[in-house]
């Protein structure tokens, strides 16, 4: 018999996630604040029902589910959409000239088509042009579009906006919903002198997050589950089917 050696753990690393569908392989998710797995566990008793007082005569647990769950400190537009169940896309900048908008009651917003350079010229003027609206006095400016203002555009009018487009990218949410993923933990051990801590996830699931908040006083965050699913292309009596996990010696 060895001699016991306590092990302690401090983890640092990076997730990668692998849609099962598609060939981009194994893609880095970033900063996380926090990877922890769970099991939710199904405890079954039998009650001692031959003495006085009670007491158990048996328990079996059987485990009912595996996840993994993940709190996001990279919100770049890839991680929104897996937190969205939504796909991510490039847009890119470009002259956009006389789109066309119909204005609610004044006081009311006009979202634009594209997101705005608002460093650049943005012009607004009504249907065809033959007047041009005043920016402070018909309208203010605002990220994604123009607030109407008291002045010379009347409820419901028509106006034309001209303005360059950012570069940007689209996040179009409950696009994906039921993609099946690897994932994979590139982790390693503070506790230990930094040795690898690598833990594979062959078939999962995501949940899309409870909660992406557009409004913070600190650094947002979000969080979503991984559910691990039984992959039957894992062969071998010693194998898991769910995952497993490696640490450096």
Partial sequence: MGVLQ??????????????????????????????????????????DYENAGGGLADQ???IESMTATVTLANLNPENVARLTAGKATEVTGAAQSAES???GIQ???????????MDDTVTVTDTGAATTYTEGTDYELKNGGLVVLE???????DIEVSYTSLNSRTVE?????????????DGLNEARSGKPHLGTFHR?????????????????SAQFTITVLKDDTVSGSEKSKYAKIEMAA
Wanted: with cysteine.
């Fill in 101 to 103: 908008h119909t204005v």
């Fill in 204 to 220: 999962c699931k995501l949940s899309p997050t409870q909660g992406l908040a557009l409004i913070t006083d600190d650094y947002g």
């Fill in 60 to 62: 079996q647990d059987s």
């Fill in 107 to 117: 006081g009311s917003f006009v979202k634009f088509d594209f997101v705005p350079d």
């Fill in 6 to 47: 306590n092990e302690y753990f401090k983890g640092k690393g990076t997730g990668y996630l692998r849609k099962r569908s598609g060939t981009a392989g194994l893609l880095p998710i970033g900063n996380a604040t926090e990877i922890a797995i769970a099991m939710s566990i199904n405890t079954q008793q039998m009650r």
């Fill in 173 to 185: 949410t409950l696009l994906e919903v039921g993609e099946e993923y690897e994932f994979y933990f």
């Fill in 151 to 157: 002045g010379a555009i009347a409820d419901a009018a």
